[in-house]
């Protein structure tokens, strides 16, 4: 894996606008379908006592509760996130780190009967909703409920894009502004592979993460507990590769891609990575594209990008300035 770090500073996240046509009318009528089924959900949870520091509490103990459907359909269905724009996660430790950028997303925090709201949420203002041991089981997942005190209902982040939706459409450029390093993603399939990459494109202070068609969903919950909370920090947008040459092109990117070595594709040259290979990339705008675990790169990657390996000596090469290829 190759990852060239810059310190470009994070776009501001902007609003989109969406042009009156049928086609979004009827995104549109799917979108308020969802949200229906959130306020359904909304107002499924009976009102408990009013805890000391001013959240409203709510009481949950069936799992037929149209609010634990919903959460359910959360965590199984990337479908269903995208058209409700929220997304679940399971356990307090990402709650808390997720909770470092942007506290006031979330929309429920669902916590075991006798568990006490956390200190580092004191200042939600939102729906405390308790519920037995049975629906805490029913929405995380799990078997056990020993490690699992809470569970929260967040929106999507405000810069997750998905080019494929009438909604998010045409909404791209408004999304960067002059990016220098983005990470592209070819089929990425393990969640846990993929959220570790996008928190490492955010260590790394890149301006964002591309997904190309089969990559598995960012907000899928092992992908969210991998990226640590860059998934809320970083630009996300899926996807095609013709959406990704148009990116490309407004902004004069330069597209190389990993491969190894040792895989016999002699349709053109790979390049080795080198410190002057690194330096050489320094004032470039670049996509690299990394392929998939078992698939390697897609047959488009490889006709349009150049491509580099990286030799596997167990050293890592590092160019001057805080600028550093990471191995």
């Not at 269905?77 to 356990?91: F, T």
């Not at 490690?147 to 999507?156: D, G, K, L, R």
């Not at 089969?214 to 996300?236: H, I, M, T, W, Y």
């Not at 490889?302 to 300035?321: D, F, R, T, Y």
Request: net charge neutral.
């Amino acid at each position: 894996m190759l990852l060239l770090a810059r310190a470009p500073p994070l776009p501001p996240p902007l609003a989109a606008s969406y042009p009156a046509t049928p086609e979004r009318a009827l995104r549109f009528r799917s979108i308020s379908s969802s949200r229906a089924a959130v306020a359904t959900a909304s107002a499924a949870a009976k009102p408990a006592a009013s805890s000391r520091s001013g959240q409203k509490r709510k009481q949950v103990a069936s799992v037929a509760n149209p609010l634990v459907k919903h959460c359910v359909k959360l965590r199984l269905s990337a479908a269903y996130r995208r058209s409700c724009r929220r997304l679940l996660l399971v356990g307090l430790a990402p709650i808390l780190e997720m909770c470092r950028f942007e506290l006031d997303a979330i929309d429920y925090l669902l916590l075991l009967d006798g568990v006490e709201v956390p200190e580092e949420l004191r200042e939600f203002c939102g729906d405390v909703v308790y519920v037995s041991a049975a629906v805490m089981k029913k929405v995380s997942g799990m078997q056990s409920v020993d490690s699992t005190e809470a569970i929260a209902v967040m929106h999507m982040p405000r810069h997750f894009r998905d080019l494929g939706s009438h909604e998010d459409g045409d909404s791209l450029h408004g999304l960067f502004n002059h990016p220098k390093r983005i990470l592209v993603l070819d089929g990425i399939q393990d969640p846990g592979n993929l959220g570790t990459l996008i928190r490492s494109a955010c260590a790394f202070k890149w301006d964002g993460v591309f997904l190309l068609p089969a990559s598995c969903d960012p907000f899928n919950e092992k992908a969210l507990r991998a990226a640590r909370g860059a998934s809320l920090q970083l630009p996300v947008v899926t996807g095609t590769w013709h959406d990704l040459h148009e990116l490309m092109t407004k902004y004069n990117m330069k597209m190389m891609a990993g491969h190894p070595e040792s895989s016999g594709d002699a349709s053109k040259g790979i390049q080795s990575l080198s410190k002057e290979l690194a330096d050489s990339l320094l004032n470039e705008s670049l996509c690299l594209v990394l392929g998939s675990e078992g698939n390697g790169l897609s047959s488009e990657t490889l006709q349009a990008c150049e491509l580099v390996n990286i030799p596997m000596e167990g050293k890592s090469i590092l160019s001057h300035n805080s600028q550093a290829i990471w191995i």
